[in-house]
């Protein structure tokens, strides 16, 4: 008799960063942040699935097929770690694009680290799985928990943040692709030891005044790669100028780039706004913590126990 196949079909969600912050550069080569990371309803479909058996073996097939693929990297490590023996195949179906600052890539990998124990009947704490995932990517530890988050260290220190204020988002999509390791390299060049304290002193200011506020959701939003990006990609400059004068709350570059985020507090204005920009634009709206976590239990149902615990606990506990 063959064992019995777990199966499960996730959605992995885009973020938006509100507000990004780079404070300078770190005795090991990554940068200080200070971020707003924020999910939006943008998303990659994974199917998963999981058979016991006396070897472990995996197969990733993705949609278009991607080099140095995280989903991968991300099923490989979770095999070791928790000593799966087990065949794992898995499908990806990439609609987030990529190199445009929306986290596809780290999402896709935070998706395998919460489905993939849960098929499997492993039980990682949560510490270790966190762990693993700021291995993955700077941004993968926040995709483990959704919603709106404070990011900072390498952005894979995460704190859940009050969600509030408007609850659609434009995305506009221009046809370059930036390189983050690039925009990196360039923005930390422009900084001085000086900068460091104030950056950090006028983020947390500005985060104050956001979650005091009535609104909730970041008026003055700045992004610091916009100064590397937009001189090399003028376009962008516009799109932002274009949003924040058809009445974004927030009108800023995501991640470093290169889509354009616009915020509106109705899905009619949002529309009627994605359509000036003819076909390089989509509506999305903000998804909440809670949203993100009862999508998950969602998902995951038929695999995992009742209860409110979070990561999904398997009921194949081994
Ligand atoms: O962590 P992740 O693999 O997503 O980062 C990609 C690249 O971006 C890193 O190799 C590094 O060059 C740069 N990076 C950085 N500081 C951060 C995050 C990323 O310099 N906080």
């Not at 404070?23 to 707003?36: F, I, N, S, W």
Request: positive net charge; glycine residues 8%; aromatic residues 6%.
């Amino acid at each position: 008799m063959t064992a019995e196949e777990r199966k499960a079909r996730v959605r992995a969600l885009a973020k938006v960063n509100l507000e990004l912050r780079v404070a300078g550069r770190r005795p090991d080569g990554y940068h200080e942040l200070r971020t707003v990371y924020q999910t939006i309803s943008l998303a990659d479909t994974l199917e998963l699935s999981y058979r016991p058996a006396r070897l472990s073996r995996l197969v990733v097939e993705s949609e278009p097929a991607i080099e140095d693929n995280l989903v991968e990297r991300a099923a490989a490590q979770l095999i070791e770690r928790a000593r799966l023996r087990g065949e794992v195949r898995i499908r990806l179906r990439k609609h987030i694009p990529m190199g445009a600052g929306l986290g596809g890539g780290s999402s896709d990998a935070a998706a395998v680290l919460l489905a993939l124990p849960v098929l499997a009947g492993a039980c990682l704490p949560a510490p270790e799985l966190l762990e693993l995932a700021a291995q993955l990517g700077s941004d993968v530890p926040f995709f483990l928990w959704g919603g709106r988050a404070l990011g900072i260290g390498r952005g894979s220190e995460v704190y859940p943040l009050p969600e509030g204020g408007a609850r659609w988002a434009v995305l506009v999509i221009p046809p370059v692709r930036v390189s983050t390791r690039e925009a990196y390299a360039e923005l930390g060049r422009t900084l001085t030891g000086r900068d460091g304290e104030r950056i950090i002193n006028s983020f947390q200011s500005s985060l104050w005044s956001q979650t005091l506020g009535a609104e909730q959701t970041p008026q003055a939003a700045s992004n610091d790669f916009e100064a590397v990006v937009f001189r090399r990609h003028p376009e962008l400059a516009r799109i932002k100028r274009d949003l924040a004068a058809s009445g974004a709350g927030a009108a800023l570059m995501t991640g470093s780039g290169s889509a354009v985020v616009g915020l509106f507090s109705t899905r009619r204005r949002a529309e009627q706004v994605r359509r000036v920009f003819r076909g390089r634009a989509l509506v999305t709206f903000l998804v909440s913590r809670a949203r993100y976590q009862s999508w998950w239990r969602r998902w995951l149902a038929r695999h995992i126990l009742a209860g409110r615990q979070w990561p999904p606990q398997s009921r194949y506990r081994r």
